[in-house]
């Protein structure tokens, strides 16, 4: 996934884009996933984050930036809900 900066286009432009409908492709993603698109998404752009933070020369509101998080509150509550690690205290 090269386009974690931007935005999850919306289900119905990604179902047009493959001449599918959307109950389809999301039944269809679950099942190979296990989860749903949007939160496969945000995962992989927290998994991008937490590979950023290892270089201490990057600002943490540089990272939320990259990985599409709109304000770095936004980042931290998500990556703390998610690694239960403020991202500050993961480097």
Do not use: Y
Not at 22 to 33: E, N, S, Y
Not at 36 to 49: C, G, P, S
Request: glycine share 4%; proline share 3%.
């Amino acid at each position: 996934m090269d386009n974690l900066d931007s935005p999850l286009k919306p289900i119905t432009e990604i179902t047009e884009d493959i001449n599918t409908n959307a109950t389809l492709l999301k039944r269809g993603f679950k099942i190979i996933h296990g989860t749903t698109i949007a939160k496969f998404h945000r995962d992989k752009r927290l998994e991008r984050a937490k590979d950023l933070l290892l270089d201490n020369d990057i600002l943490l509101i540089v990272i939320a930036d990259r990985c599409g998080f709109k304000s770095i509150s936004n980042f931290s509550r998500v990556f703390k809900k998610h690694f239960g690690i403020n991202p500050s205290k993961s480097r």
